[in-house]
């Protein structure tokens, strides 16, 4: 489809919950063979009737609250989206929160609480956390803000209410902005997106705030731009192995060690690939090559299937996915209501 179509609304939101279900089957494991991957994803296509429901986990119930925030308000409104937060986890505990963030939420739920950001802010000793939390939920951010701006501005402040840790809210800020840009068609030029990815993160990373916590995590200074400039090191490199992109990336739940390798997947994914179906489409690509990393397998192919489905749109997704995928029927309609947000004049 054109420059940020319907289509490729509907391709970033259910490319999303389709990750996050789809991912939920690995999550934790180390490495996992590809072989098991595809008998996964085949099983898929027998199971006609839908029988067996892959339940979306945390990374979709958090992303439903913003999207649903974001509608209901037709602004970015923090205390709404909070108190949206906390009575998602309330009523549905069990859904694979990480183990800090339950905190966040429990706290969130207070009517006391003045100042939303600040239960955030007292996480792990007053550092924050750098957990993909925040990364996880933020595809809504890109689909209902078009100018770049508010883009990054609110994808940040989205973050924030569970991740004050600069490491876990730039996170989130790289990846709106990797599903910005794919919803323009910018996937087109590898070597452009990537390009522009760093550039914008040269900006985002350069204040304060975000040197001070790198310093603090003993990683370099702008590091999601360092990260980023490893994924452009791998796209020229004629074969990598999973363990590279593993040890060179990671597949692990805080935000630098899974948003730079979710962007990686998506531009790893656009040709054909040994080891993956012939007649499988770039996304079915994507996602699974996601599965095969091991790690945070659903948070990894959620973020992936955010940008891919951003780039291919709605018709590159296999219906067989969406009709054992909970929650990816409801994504369709958010897609409808978030597009006709963006385009509002
Ligand atoms: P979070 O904020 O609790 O962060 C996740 C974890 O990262 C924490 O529990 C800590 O172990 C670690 N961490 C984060 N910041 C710091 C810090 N400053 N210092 C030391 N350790 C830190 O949760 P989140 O919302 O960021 O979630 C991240 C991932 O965890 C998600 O992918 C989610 O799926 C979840 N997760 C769940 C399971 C499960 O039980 N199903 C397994 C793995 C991951
Ligand atoms: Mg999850
Ligand atoms: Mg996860």
């Not at 996992?32 to 595809?38: E, G, I, T, W």
């Not at 067996?52 to 999207?67: E, K, N, P």
């Not at 739920?109 to 003045?114: A, I, Q, T, W």
């Not at 730079?260 to 656009?270: K, Q, R």
């Amino acid at each position: 489809g054109g420059t940020a179509s319907i289509s490729r609304f509907r391709g970033a939101l259910v490319g999303a919950v389709l990750g996050d279900c789809l991912g939920g089957e690995f999550e934790g494991a180390e490495e996992v063979p590809m072989d098991r991957v595809l008998q996964h994803l085949n099983g898929l296509d027998h199971d006609t009737r839908g029988d067996s429901i892959l339940q979306y986990s945390d990374d979709t119930a958090m992303t439903r609250c913003v999207v649903q925030s974001l509608l209901t308000r037709g602004e970015f409104d923090q205390q709404d989206m909070a108190h949206r937060f906390a009575e998602e986890y309330r009523q549905a505990p069990g859904r694979g929160y990480g183990s800090g963030v339950v905190q966040v939420l429990r706290k969130l739920s207070s009517p006391r609480l003045s100042d939303v950001f600040q239960p955030a802010r007292a996480q792990f000793g007053g550092r924050g956390s750098f957990g993909n939390g925040g990364a996880m939920r933020a595809v809504p951010f890109a689909l209902a803000f078009r100018n770049l701006a508010d883009v990054k501005r609110y994808a940040r402040l989205g973050a924030m209410l569970t991740h004050s840790c600069s490491l876990g809210y730039n996170g989130a800020v790289l990846q709106t902005l990797a599903v910005h840009y794919a919803l323009q068609g910018a996937l087109a030029v590898p070597q452009a997106f990537i390009n522009r990815l760093i550039s914008e993160m040269e900006g985002v990373e350069g204040d304060d705030q975000a040197r001070n916590d790198a310093r603090a995590l003993n990683e370099p200074e702008f590091p999601f731009c360092a990260r980023l400039h490893k994924v452009k090191d791998l796209m020229e490199q004629n074969a990598v192995s999973i363990e590279e992109v593993i040890s060179e990336l990671g597949n692990g739940i805080a935000a630098l060690h899974s948003v730079p390798t979710a962007i990686f997947c998506v531009l790893h994914c656009l040709e054909p690939r040994a080891g993956l179906p012939e007649q499988y489409g770039g996304l079915e690509r994507t996602v699974a090559y996601c599965l095969a990393l091991g790690g945070d397998t659903d948070t990894i192919a959620c973020m992936a299937g955010a940008i891919a489905g951003a780039h291919y749109g709605a018709d590159a997704i296999p219906p067989s996915w969406q009709r054992c995928c909970e929650g990816a029927e409801e994504a369709e309609a958010w897609a409808h209501r978030l597009h006709l947000l963006y385009h509002q004049p």
